[in-house]
Every structure is written in structure tokens, then in C-alpha cells.
């Protein structure tokens, strides 16, 4: 398995106060992602990142924010967490992406973070 | 974001062979095509990438017609520990994959 490690892997916190939740590599793959899991919505993009310090926005970034000042941590905050950010959040990494230059673009998953707020 | 459309979820024997077909019209040029399996309570694991025509590994065929507005991903004799959700991918780039809802396979003893 690829090394990918999330923490906390769960959290219970209140409306309002601030969380960030870190993804671990060792892989030293280029690419890492965020992505929440919701019931009836499968799998959406946060944001993701393709190198220390660069990073974009993905299909539901509104109040989440994000960071990588080391190839192999990229961090997920929510400033003021809201009870519509409960959802399980999955980090993954790449090495490359479908369509540049190479067509490989396999996405390894991390374990998940359970994230409740109340 | 290049949209999917899967069967909501698919019965299956187990030792039988399963086909699970995904239509994606408006796939671009330079999209591919991959499928990723998950399991309850773990991240998506990739199963099989591909551009045209057939691709097959050691676990799964995809099979992409001329057109490319639809793709079948193929598992040969299922068994119980196949049971998951598998989601049809259609994209290029870093940020212009979309899940969607997959398809819920179970195998049947």
C-alpha cells in the first residue's frame, strides 16, 4: 500500500471553531488531493496540490483552506467549521496526472478522516 | 467536469462475470477513462485506465468503444470479496475528475 497516513482519523467538534486536518506521504509523489465523501454525492474535490506551495481550488473549496510547505504534508483547514462540513475527507496523491505527458494517473487513497460537527 | 451515468447498484453470482457500462457523451479528446473500487470505510482503490479500445491487467478488462461515449469495465468470475462500490472516472488533469455516485455491486453466494 502506498504510504499515505491522515490524522486525526476522526473528530468530533463544535460550530465555529477552527480544524485542520493533516496527509502524511512518503511517496514523494507531486500531486495531492482533498476530497469529502458524502452520502449521494460520492467523491468531490476540495482542493489539490501540485507542488510545495502550489495549490487550486476544486469542485466544493467555499470554506475550506489549504497548505504544503513540504512535499510530503498537505493540510486541510476549515477555519470555522459548520455542521454542513461533516463528512468523512480523504487525502490522495498522485505522481502524475491523465493527459500530461504520460496517460498513468493512479490516485492513492488514504485511510479517511471521520469529521463531526455538532 | 465531464459527467457519468451508472447503473445505481448490480446483483451479481458469485463466479459469474460482471459488466458494469458507464456512458459518458460528452467526453473530450484528451480524457481518459478510470475506474476506481471502494470499500465500507476505506479510500478508492484504482482498478484500470484507459483511452480506446481494450485494456485489461490482472484484475479487470475495460473495454472503450470507437466512439468513446461509453465504456464497460469487466470482472471476471466475482467473488463475495468483490462486493463494493465502483465509480467510472472520465477526465484529464489534476482537477477535472469527477466520481459521481458509482455503481454498488454485490456478489451473491
Known amino acids: 500500500d502506498a504510504g499515505i497516513t491522515q490524522s486525526p482519523r476522526h473528530k468530533v467538534t463544535e460550530t465555529g471553531t477552527p480544524v485542520t486536518l493533516r496527509c502524511h506521504q512518503t511517496?514523494?509523489?507531486?500531486?495531492m488531493y482533498w476530497y469529502r465523501q458524502d452520502p449521494g454525492h460520492g467523491l468531490r474535490l476540495i482542493h489539490y496540490?501540485?507542488?510545495?506551495?502550489?495549490?487550486d481550488k476544486g469542485e466544493v473549496s467555499d470554506g475550506y483552506s489549504v497548505s504544503r510547505s513540504k512535499t510530503e504534508d498537505f493540510l486541510l483547514t476549515l477555519e470555522s467549521a459548520t455542521s454542513s462540513q461533516t463528512s468523512v475527507y480523504f487525502c490522495?496523491?498522485?505522481?502524475?496526472?491523465?493527459?500530461?505527458?504520460?496517460?498513468?494517473?493512479?490516485?492513492?487513497f488514504g485511510p479517511g478522516t471521520r469529521l463531526t460537527v455538532l | 467536469l465531464a459527467k457519468t451515468t451508472q447503473p445505481i447498484s448490480m446483483d451479481s453470482y458469485e463466479g459469474q462475470e460482471v459488466n458494469i457500462t458507464c456512458s459518458h457523451n460528452n467526453i473530450a479528446t484528451n480524457d481518459y477513462i478510470t475506474w476506481y473500487q471502494q470499500f465500507p470505510s476505506q479510500g478508492p482503490r484504482f482498478i484500470i485506465q484507459?483511452?480506446?479500445t481494450k485494456v485489461t491487467n490482472e484484475v479487470a478488462s475495460l473495454f472503450i468503444p470507437a466512439d468513446r461515449k461509453s465504456s464497460t469495465l469487466s470482472l471476471p468470475r466475482v467473488s463475495l470479496s468483490d462486493t463494493a462500490v465502483y465509480y467510472c472516472l472520465v477526465g484529464t488533469g489534476a482537477n477535472n475528475l469527477f466520481f459521481g455516485t458509482g455503481t454498488r455491486l454485490t456478489v451473491i453466494p
Open positions: 511517496e514523494n509523489h507531486r500531486y
Open positions: 496540490s501540485y507542488g510545495v506551495k502550489d495549490t
Open positions: 490522495a496523491i498522485s505522481e502524475s496526472v491523465a493527459g500530461a505527458r504520460s496517460s498513468y494517473n493512479e490516485q492513492f
Open positions: 484507459g483511452y480506446k
